[in-house]
């Protein structure tokens, strides 16, 4: 090997973008789940993604969100209209905001073609952008109702090696089923489908509008999910899982909130200070049958740096006692972080300690400030960094082993803590 150092000089553009291009987009997954994101920042109720057989030859994803004033913008590197300022980082309401994703695709894919239309204008504008002519076409105007279509031809035309990976159908519909019952009892619906197929893999139209119309006239919201809610979620779980899941599956949810008045009141009294949160747990929840049976239930107060541990959460689980055909525990831990589908290992492994065998789904959508959370960890956001990561694990896992333990001793309600 040459032991002589070698000679530091900045790569070619064109290469730190190929570079960069092929982080974002590692798989025909990580296209869908950065347009379907962008789709979602947009205010869209409507998100339709379709995609051929082979899941390269053609992307498409379809919204009726606010529409993209400025395409060429768009598909730059670094612009974006979801970040202004470095704190922004640390409210972010958005899934978006390094403004790389369309860049990225942009690098990756033989064609990008994009019609968009805003609200305030009468026409739409479509666009094709290639990483290989290097310009993109003249923005053209034509007919569309608001809201943006992209769609990509030949993903990795750029990057031969990623096309030879195995079929990535199951990812994107997985993916797509996680969001659907994420966003189902808010209003917003998901169809997914392989071009030429005549039915779609996915389509949670019917249900969203049906809980629309009967939360026109519901007006019970005292939880997190109100009733109506937590129905249309378990609908489209049943969609995608099979209408036998209805009956096995059982709500959850907790709120709690670190407050200032924790920290003043409770400077040296363990006891109060968990009978505080305690109380604010029960006051938070009024109205939900609970049964804290005992404090140590009720995660501690924590702080760290001025910030106090908050943390709320719901879930749809499968009872433990629901028949199973498995010996083993194997758990489909599907995790929303602040509205972001992520990892958590430890978290998953904790959650299957509350099992003793069988096959389980939890659906667990957390939320804790958004100061607590670094969503800058990782190329394709898979992974958060939490503040508060072991409270929050502890937290979660300690509500919902009450849950089930409340299911055991007979409680009817649906909502057990
Ligand atoms: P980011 O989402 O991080 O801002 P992107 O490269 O994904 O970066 O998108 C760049 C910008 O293009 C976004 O900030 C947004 O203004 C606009 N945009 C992209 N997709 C859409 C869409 N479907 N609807 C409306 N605006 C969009
Ligand atoms: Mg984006």
Redesign the pocket.
């Known amino acids: 090997m040459n032991k002589s150092p070698g000679v530091i000089q900045l790569l070619p553009q064109d290469v730190i973008e190929r570079i960069k291009a092929g982080e974002v987009v590692q798989k025909p997954s990580a296209a869908v789940k950065?347009l379907v994101e962008?789709?979602l920042?947009?205010g869209s109720t409507e998100i339709i993604v379709q995609v051929s057989m082979d899941c390269l030859r053609e992307i498409s994803v379809q919204?009726n969100?606010?529409?993209?004033s400025d395409l060429t913008l768009?598909v730059q590197r670094h612009?974006?209209?979801?970040l202004q300022k470095v704190d922004d980082l640390f409210a972010l309401q958005s899934?978006?905001?390094?403004?790389?994703?369309?860049?990225s695709i942009v690098q990756a894919t033989g064609r990008v073609h994009i019609v968009?239309r805003t609200i305030d204008r009468p026409v739409a504008f479509q666009q094709s952008f290639s990483p290989a002519s290097k310009q993109a076409s003249k923005a053209t105007p034509c007919a569309r109702k608001p809201g943006?279509t992209?769609t990509l031809h030949d993903l990795f035309a750029t990057m031969k090696q990623r096309q030879k990976m195995t079929n990535d159908y199951p990812s994107i519909i997985q993916l797509l089923q996680s969001y659907a019952v994420l966003y189902a009892p808010r209003g917003i619906s998901f169809v997914c489908q392989k071009l030429k197929k005549a039915q779609p893999d996915l389509n949670t139209g019917s249900i969203v509008k049906q809980n629309q119309q009967l939360s026109d006239i519901s007006t019970e919201t005292h939880g997190l999910l109100s009733v109506s809610q937590q129905e249309v979620t378990k609908k489209v779980l049943a969609q995608i899982h099979g209408s036998q899941l209805l009956e096995s599956l059982a709500y959850c949810e907790s709120k709690l909130l670190g407050k200032e008045s924790h920290r003043k009141s409770n400077n040296n009294n363990t006891t109060d200070r968990l009978n505080d949160v305690n109380l604010s747990l029960l006051s938070d929840m009024a109205g939900i049958p609970m049964h804290v049976s005992n404090v140590e239930d009720v995660a501690r107060v924590v702080e760290v740096d001025g910030e106090i541990f908050s943390c709320q959460f719901w879930c749809l689980f499968t009872k433990p006692t629901s028949k199973h055909l498995q010996q083993r525990t194997s758990l489909n831990l599907i995790l929303f972080i602040n509205n972001r589908l992520v990892e958590c290992a430890p978290l998953k492994k904790r959650l299957e300690e509350l099992y003793s065998n069988g096959k389980h789904l939890i659906f667990l959508a957390i939320e804790v400030p958004p100061q607590q959370v670094d969503v800058n960890i990782h190329p394709t956001k898979k992974l958060v960094a939490l503040l508060f990561q072991e409270e929050v694990i502890d937290h979660v896992s300690a509500r919902l082993s009450t849950a089930m333990k409340n299911l055991d001793r007979g409680f009817t309600s649906s909502q057990v803590l």
């Open positions: 950065e962008n789709a920042d947009a919204d969100g606010c529409g993209i768009a612009t974006t209209s979801k899934f978006g905001f390094r403004g790389e994703a369309l860049a968009s943006t992209v």
